[in-house]
């Protein structure tokens, strides 16, 4: 018999076919877990997740229970409807005018604003002029400045032209809203492209129909942007309001719910048993507008949406 020697014994090598390698190309790479980013992951959820539900909990109790039990549980005896129906009829509905009152100071001061972005942006990113550089150093200088130390000044202002205690006097000084200009600014470098500008000027087009019907869709997920954070700015801005207006019909909710809080910790006219809860729950409902917005506007945050705009 013929010995088998070791190189016999081997199988040949069999090659992997092409539908093989193809598979192996297109594989994806095999996902990586990190235990200290999934802690911080977790913790930042919990930090932003766990106001809320304590929020959604204590509107569920009374007053009682607000004070002597868990924070982080529910009452024996869910009181929520009854506390959403007492919010709506306390001092005759005087909350359903200052959420009213919210949204139209919130929903005009948005719009405006990030129209006037818009336009800022879009001039200081497309022209040039004189000063140009000035005036957008002007523009950064502005957002270092906060928004607390314009108020007095701002008032002093406001006092003189007569415009305190009334709605423009919380509106105009939202309008002015130097980030969102930067924000446009720097957007509208990439977003419009130049052989658009210049198609549109050689089909005859003026420049304020480009930047209504070109320029504005071209901006529209940077536009959504700066109106979402002047959307909340307004919204949950207090000290404005609180120098600027003493008519209680004219509030928004976060004074109007401080003017609650206030009656129910020095027991004015008014006040009942179960101010604290009602001013708990009437926060509750006040954060479900922006819930609403932010879930109807996500959807036009998207990119790309100059491509196709020149045909090639």
């Not at 192996?24 to 802690?39: G, N, V």
């Not at 009854?82 to 948005?110: K, P, R």
Request: hydrophobic share 50%; aromatic share 10%; glycine share 8%.
């Amino acid at each position: 018999m013929t010995a088998l020697t070791p190189e016999a014994t081997v199988a040949p090598a069999v090659e992997p076919t092409a539908d093989e390698q193809g598979r192996k190309r297109h594989r994806p790479p095999a996902r990586r877990r990190s235990t200290p980013l999934t802690i911080a992951m977790l913790a930042a959820l919990a930090y932003f997740l766990l106001p809320l539900l304590w929020l959604l909990i204590a509107s569920t109790k009374s007053t009682q229970d607000l004070f002597n039990s868990f924070g982080l549980w529910f009452s024996h005896a869910p009181q929520l409807l009854t506390h959403i129906e007492d919010t709506f009829t306390q001092d005759d509905g005087v909350f359903v005018s200052w959420l009213l009152n919210t949204v139209v100071y919130a929903g005009v001061s948005a719009v405006g604003a990030a129209l006037l972005a818009a336009a800022g942006g879009y001039g200081f990113s497309k022209f040039r002029f004189r000063g140009d550089r000035t005036a957008f150093n002007l523009v950064l200088g502005a957002v270092m400045v906060p928004t607390t130390a314009l108020a007095i000044p701002t008032y002093l202002l406001f006092a003189k032209a007569g415009l305190v205690n009334t709605p423009w006097a919380i509106i105009l000084p939202s309008l002015v809203n130097p980030f969102g200009l930067y924000l446009m600014r720097v957007y509208a470098e990439d977003a419009v492209p130049d052989s658009i500008l210049e198609a549109a000027r050689i089909d005859g087009a003026g420049e304020a129909r480009i930047f209504f019907r070109i320029v504005l869709r071209l901006l529209s997920p940077g536009l959504v942007t700066v109106l979402l954070f002047t959307l909340v700015a307004t919204w949950n801005n207090y000290f404005l309001p609180l120098i600027m207006l003493n008519d209680p019909d004219l509030y928004p909710v976060t004074v109007g719910l401080s003017s609650w809080a206030a009656q129910a910790q020095n027991g004015g006219a008014g006040a009942s048993s179960d101010m604290f809860a009602l001013v708990v729950t009437g926060s509750l409902i006040s954060i479900v507008p922006l819930v609403v917005a932010f879930l109807m506007l996500q959807r036009y945050w998207q990119s790309g949406l100059a491509s196709g705009g020149v045909k090639q």
